[in-house]
């Protein structure tokens, strides 16, 4: 589980072409030769590299993925220029110095290889995976997207569709994401992820520039799949110049209750407390326990969520209405809280009774040892899959110091019941509310 | 003669020819691949208005059959290629996209 919400890009992606003719599959000759022996993942590396600090493990497996990430999320973005990370990643891939967007494109699938871009709130991040064998001619791709931009203002002015049809699609749970850090923290870590609608086509190509020459100053390179010097004499051919500015410190503003009605048949509330920092691991782990004790939706499709603290909320196990919880931990401040979508008429009793556990719960140990296994299953699955494991270990290289997964799970292991009590201890709170605004009460009546 | 330019006419071979005598584009001598179009639409917008203001000005003025006074008349210094850069960009973009053809 992603310990920040983020949105992804896949700027660039290879088309495999696959074709099931009969006699193309009788050609291929079945080899009688044994598979290849499994050799094990290695260890954890981590160096730093002038302004860089790299992170990599060889998997020994047949996919390499070298990313860059710079702590540059919409946090850092200004009330002039919010949303300009979005356009960030919609414009990654476009010409840059050294290439033109159509020769990125065709060199990049020449390669057989992906190149994307994930914007979070404190990091945006360009990854590419090839070949283990590609990787290293794709490389220079990847550097010039990264650092070498051009942001030619007619490419930029065609890409605003896509931003325009990006907020289209945005979910109801994003939306409500969007909300409830705007309520929580007004600038900065409030910015939304996405563009304003008013600022889309106001982002100009010497805003961008901008952006990227005041922020893109310090970074993580990660290496999946390759050896560590490869990683290190990736992140050797950067220049970077460092002297990151602090961002300013996000301060949490409870008692904000944001409504944006619409016509809808549901209503979504978020309704959250000021959550630990990544400062401290443990008190983030003992956060994201507590999101998964409070609630989780179900792993089956068409199943009935898991038995947890929420479920009093909803009454008997009705699946017409949902509450889990949810959190997010940033650099120096967070979010814990509870997700509710209901439909309008019974949305007024789950909010109540949800705000009431989301302030006093109590956690047993038996509550805090399901929650670890849910917690440890989503730390090995998101490590299991190849993007996954290269965003954690750029997250992690950026704000905190990345971990390999047995001491990931130890770390969960430690947290007690009493850490996690002491985290919703006494918050207060803030609320978003979207859709079906009609029923939902409002703040200061939630007593 | 007119020269064809264009993925359309190559697709199509002698049809396109033929399409393309009809469509009247020749007729008056416009190419339908034109780079010169291509590069006008990148220009910055400030430059775009003075341009647009010349040419309506010189519309105006052959209409009557004047000519500016000669204090407004434009120096030597002033006729600059706007244009270059970007036609230069764009005939780079074009080449580059018939290298990629034909590998």
Known sequence: ???QPYARNVALQSKQH?????SAAAAI???????????????????????????????????????IYFRAGSRFETDQTQGVVHMLRICAGLGTGGASHFGLTRNVELAGANLSCTAGREFIGYTIDAARDKISSVDKFLQDVAMNQVFKPWEVSDNVPRARLERSIRPPEARLMEQIHKAAFRKGLGYSLYSPKWMLGNHKSE??????KENFLEAAVVGVGMPHEQAVDFASRLNLSGGQKASTLAKYNPGADLRKETNDRLAYVALAVQGPSLSDPKKATAAALVHRALGTPSRVCHGLAPNSKLTTALGDNDVKAAAVGFSASYSDSGLVGVYIAAPAKRVDAITRKSADILRSAKFSAQDATRAKGIL???LALEDETGQGLVEYLAVQSLLGKPLPLSEQLALVDSVTAEDMNAVLSGGKLSMAVFGNVSNV???DELK | MVKIHGHV?????????????????????????NRFIYALRRLPANVV?????????????????????????????????????????VEREFKEREEWRKT
Do not use: C, H
């Not at chain 1, 696959?18 to 009969?22: D, F, H, I, K, M």
């Not at chain 1, 805003?207 to 990227?212: A, E, I, Q, R, T």
């Open chain 1, 1 to 3: 589980m992603a310990l």
């Open chain 1, 376 to 378: 440890k299953g989503d």
């Open chain 1, 18 to 22: 696959v074709r099931y003719l009969a």
């Open chain 1, 441 to 443: 009460p409002y703040l």
């Open chain 1, 207 to 212: 805003m961008l520039s901008k952006f990227v």
């Open chain 2, 49 to 89: 208005d003075e341009r647009n203001f010349r040419i309506i000005r010189a519309m105006q003025l052959s209409m009557q059959k004047i000519y500016l006074p000669k204090e407004e008349w434009l120096t030597f210094e002033q006729d600059d290629y706007y244009l270059k850069p970007y036609l230069e960009e």
């Open chain 1, 29 to 67: 000759k079945r080899s009688n030769e044994p598979p290849a022996p499994f050799v094990a993942r290695e260890t954890l590396k981590t160096s730093k590299v002038g302004n860089t600090t790299v992170a990599s493990i060889e998997t020994n497996q047949a996919i390499s993925r070298l990313a």
């Open chain 2, 9 to 33: 006419s190559q697709l199509l071979g002698a049809i396109g020819v033929d399409i393309l005598d009809k469509s009247g584009f020749n007729a008056i001598e416009l190419k339908l691949n």
